[in-house]
């Protein structure tokens, strides 16, 4: 006879044990009250796979699974663990680890190209739906594409129609996902010094797909067998994504939408409101997300929706799409990648609407304890449950779509439940520090530079600056590690430059705002935002705006004073809480373009310790960047400063921050 298993009684996650942020625990406690599973509970329930956690499982083909769990007590001697076919721990870390950049890159990737078609339908005038909102933006990154801003008639030099600059610019950008020959135009944009290493390395991106489709075979059984070789070909599709695909749907974007000027708005749960028509929208691309807030802030939307009882409309972002809706429209920020569930279970949500990246299916299971209908809008991203709306999404019907979308979920108002419970938490916040607001605020207009940034941090007033980025991660306390480290730079003078689920964390905790900087920040990052008004931590946008972090490193080369290369710059990277195949990429393109790069959690290379030693040492010999791996934040932080130290050092202007640390005392004794 069988025997009969007795299913495991399931536990639930500790609400303080699973989030620092107090509206995320008051929802988590409402939803076992309920008897609603999330994110947090499954993570309590299922242990990842010790294995696969190391990257040293192979499924690339059917003799496998293979697995080489490390011998205990390390290796000693030689590494003799093999796969079926012979392929070394370090061969399958490195497959592993490359098939992520690559599904990261073609996620952002792919992004990029449905802007970039989109901006071709503008460019084209088949669609009136999207305008051209932003020329100046056009006209800048027309050169990088060799599109000519001027024409010569009669030895005169004139300025182009700026409707055959907007089409050759589609014409070309879209060209960079699959051209024949070539490399892509914008690993140009990068230090002199840099593209030179990308060159001789053999690094420099063909084209976007070809790229992403040559890990698919070198991956593939029985290809490429070499780790080094691999991690090159992983190289180069990542700086396909990040000077690529990720740059060209930031500057599309911002050409078609605006580019981001700092807005204020307020972020977490408690944006959403109980006596209004809450729409979540979530995701990353603005294609839908624009014309959701545009239409929803349609004067007959408005009476719409008061004619239902509700007082008006009020959007909230998750995710990137969070980021995006904010930092061009100050749209609240209603939660990071953990709290999607979370939004639905308030009782508030009257719909959410999502396209793709990060949406957990299981959204569709609580919004069917809810009245919440929940609409999936992109031809490649559905869901199986049959309470979801698909309604697609396409830029010929985008205000028809918008519409329907919006009345949908103000004809839903009147079907809540009577238990609606939202959290009282948030903060305020200011986003929208694109490259070009970023030297508005510290350059100043007229000297159109980067200079003043440069200056204080020669004079040593602000130490250096770090990029945090990145996700959630259900593994560890949802937002600890993100606040932690952020904190610990800011107390040191580093300033912080962030996008992502960092960055609506940040906002959450009010550090995107000017205030928090006498609160959190060492001395000189202090004064530095005082004078100039800024936040200690600037949101530059979502994760496909990493590519802004890439430009401002390289406008602080071009601004003078700290070496020629983004690699000689007082800068490190950090994901402190990273999750998705894109922040992968994302960290081998910040590794690639010389930057100190450290990731929280784990990585999925130390089951092969000499792969993962040459991402962590080798590398920097190469491109002057590297990864690291630390969980603690605190010391994940110091990592960073140290880093950011030896810099300094090595630039000579160590001794400067010496000088303004001294505090009034030694001063007064020093003149004395
Ligand atoms: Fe195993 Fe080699 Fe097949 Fe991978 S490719 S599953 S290591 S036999
Ligand atoms: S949304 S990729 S959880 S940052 Fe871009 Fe957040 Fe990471 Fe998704």
Redesign the pocket.
């Known amino acids: 006879m069988a025997e009969v298993t007795k299913e495991k009684e399931s536990k639930l996650a500790d609400p303080i044990a699973a989030s620092i942020d107090p509206a995320t625990q008051e929802m988590i406690q409402r939803a076992h009250d309920l008897g609603i599973e999330t994110v947090f509970d499954r993570a309590v329930n299922m242990k990842p796979c010790a294995i696969g956690i190391q990257g040293i499982c192979?499924?690339?083909?059917a003799?496998?699974?293979?697995r080489l769990p490390l011998p205990k007590g390390g290796i000693i001697g030689e590494d003799t663990r093999k796969?079926?076919?012979g392929?070394t721990a370090n061969t399958?870390a490195a497959r592993n680890f490359i098939r992520m950049i690559a599904g990261g890159a073609a996620a952002h990737s792919d992004h990029g190209r449905g802007v970039a078609e989109v901006f071709l339908s503008v460019a084209r005038k088949e669609t009136d739906t999207y305008k051209i909102k932003d020329t100046k933006k056009l006209i800048s990154i027309a050169p990088h594409l060799d599109v000519a801003t001027t024409v010569e008639v009669d030895g005169e030099v004139k300025d182009r129609n700026i409707d055959e600059i907007a089409l050759e610019v589609a014409e070309k950008a879209l060209a960079e996902w699959g051209k024949p020959e070539g490399t892509l135009y914008y690993t140009k944009r990068a230090p002199k010094p840099l593209y030179e290493k990308w060159k001789k390395q053999g690094v420099l991106p063909r084209n976007i797909d070809r790229e992403i489709c040559e890990i698919m075979h070198r991956t593939h059984?029985g290809v490429d067998q070499d780790y080094k070789n691999l991690i090159k070909q992983g190289t180069r599709a990542a700086l396909g994504d990040g000077w690529g695909g990720s740059m060209l749907a930031t500057d599309l974007q911002d050409v078609l939408f605006g580019t981001p000027t700092p807005l204020q708005a307020e972020a977490n749960l408690g944006v959403m409101k109980e006596d209004h028509v809450n729409i979540i929208v979530h995701g990353h691309e603005p294609i839908l997300s624009e014309m959701i807030v545009a239409t929803s802030q349609k004067p007959e939307m408005i009476e719409y929706a008061k004619s239902k009882g509700a007082k008006g409309i009020q959007l909230g972002g998750i995710c990137c799409t969070a980021n995006e809706i904010f930092q061009r429209h100050g749209v609240p920020q209603a939660g990071t990648f953990l709290q999607q569930e979370l939004a639905i279970i308030t009782g508030a949500c009257d719909a959410m609407v999502v396209d793709i990246q990060c949406i957990f299916q299981a959204v569709a299971n609580v919004a069917k304890c809810f009245h919440t209908k929940l609409i999936t809008t992109h031809p490649i991203a559905k869901m199986e449950q049959n309470n979801v709306i698909h309604i697609e999404f396409d830029e010929h019907h985008a205000k028809e779509d918008a519409e329907k979308i919006v009345r949908i979920a103000i004809d839903n108002y009147q079907n809540r439940g009577v238990e609606v419970m939202i959290p009282r938490h948030k903060a305020s916040s200011i986003g929208g520090f694109s490259v070009e607001s970023i030297e508005y605020h510290l350059g100043g207009s007229f000297r159109g530079t980067y200079y003043t940034l440069n200056d204080n941090i020669i004079n040593g007033r602000i130490r250096g600056v770090a990029g945090v980025v990145g996700c959630n991660n259900a593994r560890t306390r949802h937002n600890e590690a993100h606040i932690a480290v952020v904190k610990e730079l800011i107390k040191n003078d580093v300033l912080v430059l962030t996008t992502g689920c960092n960055g609506i964390a940040c906002a959450m905790e009010g550090l995107l705002t000017p205030e928090s900087a006498a609160v959190y920040c060492g001395p000189g990052l202090a004064e530095v935002c005082e004078v100039v008004g800024i936040p200690p931590v600037l949101h530059m946008g979502s994760c496909v705006d990493n590519s802004r972090l890439l430009l401002a490193a390289t406008e602080v080369v071009k601004a003078g004073g700290l070496g020629n290369d983004i690699c000689d710059l007082p800068l490190a990277g950090s994901a402190p809480e990273w999750m998705s195949e894109k922040a992968i990429s994302i960290g081998h393109y910040f590794v690639a373009s010389g930057v100190y790069t450290v990731f929280g959690l784990h990585l999925p290379t130390e089951g092969a310790p000499v792969f993962h030693n040459y991402l962590s040492n080798e590398l920097e010999k190469i491109y002057g960047g590297k990864w690291d791996l630390e969980a603690d934040p605190i010391k994940h932080a110091h990592l960073m400063i140290a880093h950011i130290d030896k810099k300094r050092k090595e630039l000579g202007i160590d001794k400067a921050r010496d000088r303004v640390l001294m505090d009034m005392a030694d001063r007064q004794a020093l003149g004395a």
């Open positions: 192979c499924k690339n083909c003799m496998g699974p293979c796969g079926l076919c392929a399958i059984m």
